[in-house]
């Protein structure tokens, strides 16, 4: 459904430290989950994914975690950078070619 | 080279305008997309075509009218532009509907005035 509240939920992280970001689904029969991250500026850009027959998945630098009993997603990044400020997008996937995007966190990483 | 590429990048319109965007994938991808970004950021499918063939419609008013003339292009027309079509429109392509690993175009932030 859409978004709620009027601000962008918004995640201060201190440079060096590990930001976890967090995404609910809301549909059990989703299959696929996808991170993805927005800078300004620009479009969604595909950082990992993770199947639902899996409840971990590890990148460089980020690891997906799924929680499919309290239909729970999230988004470790070690080590944050400037560079990661941006806002992180969690998108669900039900079925062929239906996907569903999360409302968003916007990501500050303070130098 | 740009994967997928959208034209204009900006574009202020006045209301009851007719107005289209453009999109171009180099990517040889079966399947593109048209999302609406609305001001909290939030992101929602409109339009998926594969092969140039309609796949997803998603509650959008008919002024909104999609156009691929080929499987490289997706065109996105809008008809007496309102108020509350003023949004950032993305394109996206993928190599199938089955798979993720969408690409996305830069954006075009339409204003309608």
């Known amino acids: 459904g859409e978004s709620v509240g009027l601000h962008l939920p918004t995640l201060s992280v201190q440079e060096g430290d590990n930001s976890i970001i967090n995404c609910a689904y809301s549909n059990s029969a989703s299959d696929y989950f996808i991170w993805y991250k927005q800078e300004s500026g620009k479009g969604p850009q595909f950082i990992i994914d993770?199947?639902?027959?899996?409840d971990k998945r590890q990148g460089q630098r980020v690891t997906v975690l799924l929680n499919k009993t309290v239909k729970h997603l999230s988004l470790q990044i070690a080590a944050t950078q400037p560079g990661d400020s941006a806002v992180y997008f969690c998108a669900e996937r039900e079925g062929y070619q239906k996907v569903t995007f999360g409302t968003g966190t916007k990501l500050q990483v303070i130098p | 080279d740009t994967a997928v590429s959208q034209t204009p990048k900006y574009l202020v319109t006045q209301m009851g305008n007719d107005k289209s965007i453009k999109c171009e994938q180099n990517?040889?991808?079966?399947?593109m997309y048209w999302y609406k970004q609305d001001s909290k950021k939030f992101l929602k499918i409109m339009f998926s075509?594969?092969?140039?063939?309609?796949?997803i419609n998603e509650t959008v008013p008919n002024r909104f009218s999609p156009k691929s003339p080929d499987k490289a292009h997706l065109n996105l027309h809008i008809n007496s532009l309102e108020l509350g079509d003023s949004a950032v429109y993305f394109c996206?392509?993928?190599?199938?509907?089955?798979?993720?690993?969408?690409?996305f175009g830069s954006g075009t932030r339409l204003t309608v005035v």
């Open positions: 075509y594969n092969n140039k063939e309609l796949i």
């Open positions: 996206a392509s993928s190599q199938d509907g089955t798979t993720w690993g969408y690409t």
């Open positions: 990517l040889g991808h079966d399947t």
């Open positions: 993770i199947r639902s027959n899996m």
